[in-house]
Every structure is written in structure tokens, then in C-alpha cells.
């Protein structure tokens, strides 16, 4: 990832708050794009894990609500 430091606030607002749902959503994000999902984001790293954070950061995963 280009940016050394992301704020965990950030990231936690796609999983409701969660640390634990965080983890989830990133490896289950990280172990779909290792098994060939598209990507969402524009400048992909070479590493799926931060990809995934990527996604998660600007908006395009998040986890599904469960309301």
C-alpha cells in the first residue's frame, strides 16, 4: 500500500465497528482476489491483503449489515 499508516478508524466504519468482522471482511476480500475476483480499485498493489485493505478504505467492500 502507497500510504505507510491508515488510521484503523477508517477501516472500522465498513465493519460496523468490529475489529473481529475487520479481519473477516479483509481476509475473506484478500482470499477472493488470490482466487481471481476483480479488483475494484484503480492502482493495484502487488499484495492481495492490501488490496483488500484498499477496497475497504475507499468504500467499495463493506460488511453486509446485519439489521
Known amino acids: 500500500m502507497n500510504d505507510k499508516y491508515i488510521p484503523l478508524e477508517k477501516l472500522l ?3 460496523e465497528g468490529s475489529i473481529y468482522k475487520l479481519v ?3 481476509a475473506k476480500r484478500a482470499f477472493a ?3 481471481g ?3 475494484l480499485i484503480d492502482k493495484p498493489s502487488e499484495k492481495v491483503t492490501d488490496n483488500a485493505l484498499r477496497e475497504i478504505l475507499e468504500g467499495k467492500i463493506r460488511v453486509k449489515s446485519s439489521k
Request: aromatic fraction near 0%; glycine fraction near 8%.
Open 24 to 26: 473477516i471482511l479483509v
Open 13 to 15: 466504519d465498513a465493519a
Open 33 to 35: 482476489l488470490a482466487g
Open 37 to 39: 475476483e476483480k479488483l
